[in-house]
């Protein structure tokens, strides 16, 4: 099974050959349409998620909205939650903006799935965002002092011991 990488290597790789008289030939990607890949796709293969033609100009839109309604919030720039989920929006709209005609491409670079699920990620990420500023959780985190005890020799954990212990008496 061949990963989408070389999937997308192979298909580009089908080339017809274009001689010139200096006997020098020069190569041509096939533009031919692919079925079930780019444009050739008619199908996302997922039960309830429809084939969507315009799914990379919606991720773009739908990250930006995300991206809008955050900055439009009185959520924290330094919210962790914050700074999380723009990273992901601008680098996949960063993504869809530089391929708008390579949906596969936009798959492959974002790994989380085909452009569609992108659309739906993002619909689900807003409805977390609301739900978020709703309850204001970023309020919750309380940053105070916790004692962690750590142990690396889990010899001297007297945890499970019980038994060791009645032995000796």
Not at 64 to 92: F, G, H, N
Request: hydrophobic share 35%; proline share 6%.
């Amino acid at each position: 099974m061949l990963s989408r990488v070389s999937q997308f290597v192979a298909r580009k790789a089908i080339f017809q050959p274009v001689f010139r008289p200096v006997g020098v030939a020069l190569f041509q990607f096939s533009t031919d349409v692919v079925p079930g890949y780019g444009k050739g796709k008619t199908s996302t293969g997922i039960v309830g998620l429809p084939y969507d033609p315009n799914a990379v100009s919606n991720v773009i839109v739908q990250y930006q909205a995300l991206l809008d309604r955050m900055a439009a919030s009185d959520l924290p720039e330094t919210a962790q939650y914050r700074v999380d989920v723009e990273k992901i929006a601008r680098y996949r709209i960063k993504i869809a903006m530089e391929n708008p005609e390579d949906p596969d491409m936009v798959e492959d670079l974002c790994q989380c799935g085909q452009v569609e699920e992108l659309v739906e990620q993002a619909k689900d990420e807003m409805e977390v965002l609301d739900m978020y500023l709703k309850e204001r959780l970023w309020e919750q985190i309380n940053d105070s002092d916790v004692d962690i005890e750590y142990n690396p020799d889990p010899s001297m954990d007297h945890e499970g011991m019980e038994g060791e212990e009645e032995e000796s008496k």
